[in-house]
């Protein structure tokens, strides 16, 4: 069985590449570093020519507001129209925690129209939504600068390793699609100024983390119930503290 991983030169899409090949299926990685563009189109259909499932774990060049809009939607339609002509039978799709709540940032924005578009294909689907990778958390750090300092919200998430991300999306690949949306998160609770001050001490990182509130995460204002799952999420492996111990590679 052909499963095509868009987006499959990336961080999830490389190491679910070589989780699935060591599974034995026929997997191509589709990106513009291989060739395949689901913008232009470049390659699109032979990539797709023969698949079955195609996994969605591509993300936009740009964060700018209309940049971000505009990749997750014209990309999205790109793909999704060339799978009705391929046949594909089964679409699945990383996204993220918490996109549709109120006050979300242009980002989750964009990617709820993603969701949107795959909801309404017709192509029978699966979406993972997961919260945010313990990889980003130096872009959490760059993020919240002012002047010399990080600012940083106290609200409470419930970040996850990409490689437990990685093996839900595989646990979709093996099931029969159920049009439905399910999350996953790490296995604790932590407060976003508490991680980047672990992250900043283990990279030997002076500056300062001021703990603020009203510190914006990624251009809209962030609470404990903004970045948390809703009930009976997978739950991943690995702490942060756990994590680090194997993975040891502060990003």
Known sequence: MKIVIVGGTGLIGSQLVKLLKGLGHDVLAASPNTGVNTITKEGLADA?????????????PSFEDKAVMEFFTVSGKNLLEAEKIAGVEHHVAL??????REGANPYFLAKLAQEKLIKASGIPYSILRATQFFEFVGGIASSGMV?????VSSAKFQPVASIDVVEALAGLVSQPAKNETVEIAGPEKIGLDEIVIKYLTLKADQRKVVTDDDAHYFGA??????????????V???????????DGNLK
């Open 221 to 234: 204002p962030v609470t404990s119930d903004t970045l948390t799952p809703g009930n009976s999420p997978i």
């Open 236 to 246: 991943g492996k690995y702490s942060y503290d756990s994590w680090i111990a194997v």
């Open 147 to 151: 002047g010399n300092d990080v600012h």
């Open 48 to 60: 797709l020519r023969g698949a079955k499932i195609v996994v969605d774990v591509a993300n936009s």
């Open 95 to 100: 996204s993220i925690v918490g996109i549709d």
